[in-house]
């Protein structure tokens, strides 16, 4: 189990690493200036020059690219990831207060999508080639198509526009208002649910359709056990590592994707505060969200492979 360890955090630093040059190389290569994009309207004024120069010397940007990575990297390394170059803020300060809000909606869209996803596949899985087992897989290649963005502007409009019932957007932090929160948390939880559940039930009814036709299942039923000791006992304890591994792959690329709803919700976590660096050109603030973000993906990468192998006797025993 330590090799595998420290294969994997070794694989997540390089891979990191990697990135964080990628992003750091595409910042400065995009058009426009941080210095000017802070300075505004007053960056063309000819008396402003000066100015200007000195902000572009105080935030680096007139040294190489590989001198100012370096910088950066070295700072990162002793867990400081700067300060933001619209406010002055600490990067870290910004990304801990947002990323609560993230970690909600990951939360509880993975845990509502489990609760659905599982009986629904257990269902399609039992009844195979049924209207029922049709249905769903029906349901799921559309759950899994369906935009995003185009479904949370369509429960915006169904829930707070004609119906009234819930705020349109906006965040407001659980210990603040609790009520408030959870009500302003149901559409996005629910546009990220959809996907997932799609997901998860796919998988899971595949997997399980394999399981139930193994001959320990056979043998399970022909000793007399009644048929939902058979599925949950014996055929869902072998198509628990696939969903594992699918769970974890699925709420780590969510981690990244999550920006699009964040944004259509005006929920301000780490993905709606990556998309206010991007437009204002914080270097700093990008790079830490990215840093993030890629880390929060290899840890969850990291759980995922170790919990599979704890998971699969064969490879426990290995």
Do not use: C
């Amino acid at each position: 189990m330590l090799p595998l360890i420290l294969r994997r955090v070794v694989e997540a630093v390089i891979t990191i690493l990697l990135l964080s040059m990628l992003v750091f190389s595409m910042l400065l290569a995009a058009p426009g200036d941080p210095a000017v994009s802070l300075l505004g309207r007053a960056a063309a004024r000819p008396e402003n020059q000066e100015l200007l120069e000195r902000m572009r010397r105080e935030m680096g940007l007139d040294q190489p690219v590989y001198i100012q990575y370096t910088r950066w990297i070295a700072r990162v390394l002793q867990g400081d990831l700067g300060n933001s170059n619209r406010n002055g803020q600490a990067v870290v300060g910004l990304i801990a207060s947002r990323l609560p809000a993230t970690l909600q909606l990951l939360a509880f869209s993975t845990i509502l999508s489990l609760l659905i996803a599982v009986p629904l596949a257990v269902m399609a899985a039992q009844r195979r080639g049924s209207w029922l087992d049709r249905l769903l897989v029906l349901a799921s290649v559309a759950g899994v198509a369906i935009p995003g963005f185009w479904l949370g502007l369509l429960l915006i409009l169904l829930f707070s526009v004609n119906l009234g019932w819930l705020p349109p957007s906006g965040y407001t932090p659980f210990f603040a208002d609790p009520l408030d929160n959870l009500q302003r948390s149901v559409m996005p939880v629910i546009t990220l649910s959809v996907y997932l559940v799609a997901t998860f039930t796919r998988f899971l009814r595949a997997d399980l359709i394999e399981v139930l036709r193994q001959d320990y299942v056979r043998t399970a039923r022909a000793k007399g056990l009644a048929e939902r000791m058979v599925v949950w006992r014996h055929a869902m304890k072998n198509a628990l590592p696939s969903l594992w591994t699918i769970v974890g792959i699925e709420v780590g690329t969510l981690l990244g994707g999550v920006i699009i709803v964040e944004q259509v919700f005006g929920w301000s976590g780490i993905g709606w505060l990556a998309v206010q660096a991007v437009n204002n050109r914080d270097y700093p603030l990008v790079l830490g969200v990215v840093l993030v973000i890629a880390a929060g993906f290899a840890l969850i990468t990291l759980v995922t492979d170790l919990g599979y192998t704890w998971l699969n006797p064969e490879l426990r025993h290995q």
